[in-house]
């Protein structure tokens, strides 16, 4: 099994530490991160994304650095994807790509859920796919979205979101049966990635 690799945000970086196949266990492997510095973030990606619903407005081509203050749909999933410390891209279709196609049957918290927009949309290569929306799906029949219809960030019924939409497919981030963390990097380390982190442990040894 490869290393799962993300990209750290912000001083957050996602981890699965049982990819890296260590000589160590689990445990042994966060005391020596512990020793280093690093501190275990007690996120929730849902929790996260319900914290910003009543309090972020919606705009169209907002700026990551006005978020999460102003938000359109795409700034909204990777700002919460980063408040776990796991990077990814900053437009819809981008985020498309970037994902692992799933199926509606198999939808887990966190996945991703892509339509037509209202606004404006792109195409990969049939123009008449186009995709312009992002939703994450919580788990429990509903999606959390950054919209104009509501005017911020809100959470739709699942149901209502896929008859209201035009869907155009499910994506997810982190591989399914993957456990992870999420690390605070120390200041003083210069981490960009989760296999950086795979070298301090390894370099304790």
Not at 19 to 31: I, K, M, Q, R, Y
Not at 189 to 199: A, N, P, T, V
Request: hydrophobic letters at 40%.
């Amino acid at each position: 099994m490869g290393c799962l690799n993300f990209y750290a945000v912000d001083g957050l970086c996602a981890v699965d530490l049982n990819s890296f196949n260590l000589p160590v266990t689990e445990d042994e492997a966060l005391a020596i991160l512990t020793s280093k510095g690093f501190k275990v973030a007690d996120v929730d990606i849902i929790i996260e994304a319900r914290k910003l619903i009543g309090r972020t407005n919606y705009k169209f081509g907002a700026k990551l650095l006005e978020s999460p203050g102003l938000v359109d749909c795409s700034g909204f999933v990777k700002n919460i994807y980063g408040s776990i410390g796991v990077w990814v891209p900053r437009r819809t279709i981008q985020q498309f790509t970037f994902g692992l196609e799933v199926n509606e049957e198999c939808l887990v918290k966190g996945d991703l859920i892509f339509a037509q927009g209202r606004v404006a949309s792109y195409h990969l290569d049939d123009p008449s796919e186009k995709i312009g929306h992002v939703a994450i799906f919580t788990g429990k029949n509903s999606v959390i979205e950054a919209t104009d219809a509501i005017g911020g960030v809100g959470e739709t019924d699942l149901d209502d979101f896929l008859a209201e939409r035009k869907i155009r497919g499910f994506r997810r981030i982190i591989p399914d049966c993957k456990k992870i963390i999420t690390l605070i990097c120390p200041p003083a380390r210069e981490i960009e990635q989760s296999d950086d982190i795979k070298w301090v442990i390894l370099q304790s040894l």
